[in-house]
């Protein structure tokens, strides 16, 4: 084992004139602040695959190292005719079979780059990968035709599909070094003369394209070394939130350095080889359960991921139903990609008190209505809507569909909706009408947030942060769920882009309300309170004209039966109906019951309301009785719901 702080092992490449001459090396102990002459290799291991020879020298002895065919290659490539190479490279100057010594080379890896003289960029002998790097290098020393700028946009985006692109630990590996010289095969380009071509390519930030991870490494190496005038936004650039949600494509072999390949550049984050009982500081271990790895760096960086409602949500757009192998649904899992985004711009908990219990690493919140929650004059009202449970789900919207795909699925919902009003209608002829009514309200429970458009905030539940230019209306929604092939048949992909951001992640749900038990015409006891069994009395029922009606909502992809939802508030909103054919609504304008922002999915730990697991964001609406006055139905709310005052998120 390599001890010291600032101790490591360099890999000595022994010159030779034949360039076909078996590799022939030494290992040797240096003290990077003593001995900083040498050069540190950027590389992608390949396949698993041992089968070439390395020759190590020890005391006069040969000993075999079995390596990669891509790092036999880089070593190959970067040996000399003349001297000898002085080179770190991770997979030979740390034993890979040592769980201590790599806890405790990790950290220091950001020194031993840093004090590099070059980072030698290895992408492999692809003969392919060396054509584009050469025209890239050729065509951007005088790019005078517009054509040339559409050759090289082609040209890159072949490039940065290298599997070295995809790699978690080049980003320290690259940003802390002035000195970065790519090479693949026998062609080599400049680390900073790549930066100038992606951001002549794609000169806006905006873009999200295979340009994005190294536009934003460059953004980094820029602010790096251009100067101390930089130092603030470096320092919010490198920010460990930041660098995780920056990289959060970018693989690595094991799902521990997730957080430890980011880490060591983070400007808000130390890594330790140590156990520290308390403090920030974030130990390196590959002996633990990766979920005790991310339990323990989520408590010790709570307030640089952005306390514990930034992790909510950052867990909430993760989760699949396998999070941390059930373990603290508040904690994000960063093997899991972001599937979803959030339906509320603010969290659910930001006015709430919030208590985190070191032993369980549970939170004990005390449920309080949020502070942006001044449009309603009720505010008083504590804790949160018990509003319902979940009593059937369809299945999650499919990701990255296609527009056929998208409008399979858009149809499978509504005759999961027509299903279960026939269920539970055996005995009753449904108007057309009616089909209308419930067309609008599938509509909104996937699209459209009546509430946030009161509130001057856009009208998706996604809010106003993402601009549609295209957009699908509620006759072309109806055409799409009945069926009609000639609206269907105008519909372009762009137009479901909206669904596809809001659905991505998300399931359609029925779920049935729950009101409190009725005595004397008075209400009863609305409070919950930790310990007291989940209510089970019978659901609030919506009859319409002798018909029982779903309410419909929207929330994760793993929702489950039984799951319940929880809301702020609950307001009345009237939506006109619009038909694309056929019958006449007499009257076009509906009340619905609307969950406002946040609401939220838990789904019961056990047969009290004492704990609970964190499912995520939700969004329903439901048909009501006509003539009902905003204050008055607030008011009766508040005597018909239960409301939770706190809850444990476990």
Known sequence: MVHGETKTRILEILPTHNAKEQLHCKLREIDIHVDPYYDALSYTWGLPHFTERLLIEDNGKWTVLRITTNLRDALLRFRLRLDVRKLWVDALCINQQDDDEKARQIPLMTKIYTRATSVLVWLGKNEDGASCLHKIDKLSRGMNDPHDKVIIKELLASLLNLTWFSRRWIVQEVVLSPNVTLFCGLVEMSWVRLLQVVGLAWPSDRE??????????????????????????????????????????????????????????????????????????????????????????????????????????LASQRSNGSHLNGQCSWIPDWRLPVIRQLTFERLPFVA?????????????????????????????????????????????????????????????????????????????????????????????????????????????????????????????FQGIIF????????????????????????????????????????????????????????????????????????????????????????????????????????????????????????????????????????????????????????NCVDDRYYRLKKIIIK
């Open 208 to 313: 999200r394209n295979c340009s994005s991870v190294v536009k934003t490494m460059g953004t980094i190496w820029r602010r790096q070394f251009i100067g101390s005038e930089f130092s603030s936004r470096l320092d919010q650039a490198t920010g460990i939130l930041n660098l995780l949600e920056s990289f959060e494509n970018l693989g690595c072999a094991d799902p521990r350095d997730r957080i430890y390949a980011l880490a060591g550049l983070s400007s808000d984050t130390v890594l330790s080889p140590d156990f520290q009982a308390k403090g920030e500081k974030v130990m390196v271990s590959y002996s633990l359960p990766v979920e005790e790895v991310y339990i323990d760096f989520a408590v010790r960086k709570f307030a640089a991921l952005g306390g514990y409602n930034n992790m909510i949500r």
């Open 352 to 476: 709430s008190l919030v208590n985190h219990n070191q032993k369980t690493h549970s939170l004990e919140i005390t449920l309080k209505p949020d502070d942006d929650f001044n449009f309603r004059k009720d505010r008083g009202s504590s804790g949160y809507v018990y509003y319902g449970s979940v009593q059937s789900v369809f299945e999650g919207f499919p990701q990255d569909a296609s527009k056929d795909i998208v409008i399979r699925w858009l149809q499978g919902a509504w005759q999961f909706i027509i299903e279960w009003m026939q269920t539970h209608n055996p005995d009753m002829d449904i108007d057309p009408s009616d089909y209308l009514i419930l067309a609008h309200q599938l509509e909104r429970a996937i699209v459209q947030d009546g509430i946030a458009s009161i509130l001057g905030r856009g009208g998706s539940w996604i809010g106003p942060q993402y601009n549609f230019d295209n957009s699908i209306g509620h006759k072309e």
């Open 483 to 634: 069926g009609e092939n000639q609206t269907i048949s105008k519909v372009k992909d762009k137009d479901l882009s909206e669904i596809k951001v809001i659905m991505e992640g998300r399931a359609v749900f029925i779920f049935l309300p729950v009101v409190l038990p009725q005595a004397d015409g008075m209400p009863g006891e609305s409070q919950l309170q930790l310990g007291t069994p989940i209510p089970s009395q019978p659901p609030l029922e919506r009859y319409m004209d002798n018909i029982f009606w779903p309410a419909i909502g929207i929330g994760p992809s793993h929702t489950s039966i039984g799951d319940t939802m929880c809301t702020q508030s609950l307001d009345v909103q009237r939506w006109m109906l619009t038909s694309i054919s056929g019958p006449t609504i007499l009257n076009k304008w509906r009340s619905f019951e609307c969950a406002h922002k946040p609401t939220f999915l838990l789904r019961p730990l056990n047969s009290n309301n004492d704990s609970f697991w964190y499912i995520g964001d939700a969004m329903a609406n439901r048909l009501i009785d006509e003539g009902w006055d905003d204050t008055d139905y607030r």
